[in-house]
């Protein structure tokens, strides 16, 4: 295999490449699926500090909307 360090002198020489031959194309169902798996595997990844501070949002804001409701 050819080694692309040693054949392409800019960054911007192998984004022209590589959109050339149609390497950067891509099929908005593949991206879909990616954003979907990302997203999956940040629900499993989330530390013990995020969760916290998230339930501490959402209940703010659950008071908030009690506190509007009751207005």
């Known amino acids: 295999m050819i080694s692309i360090k040693e054949n392409v002198n800019s960054v911007e020489e192998f984004n022209y490449l590589y959109d050339a031959?149609?390497?950067?194309?891509y099929d908005k169902k593949v991206s879909e699926k990616a954003k979907d798996e990302y997203k999956k595997y940040q629900v499993k990844t989330i530390s013990p500090e995020e969760k916290e501070y998230l339930e501490t949002l959402k209940a703010i804001s659950n008071k908030i909307d009690d506190k509007a409701k009751s207005e």
Do not use: A, I, Q, T
């Open 21 to 25: 031959v149609g390497w950067g194309s």
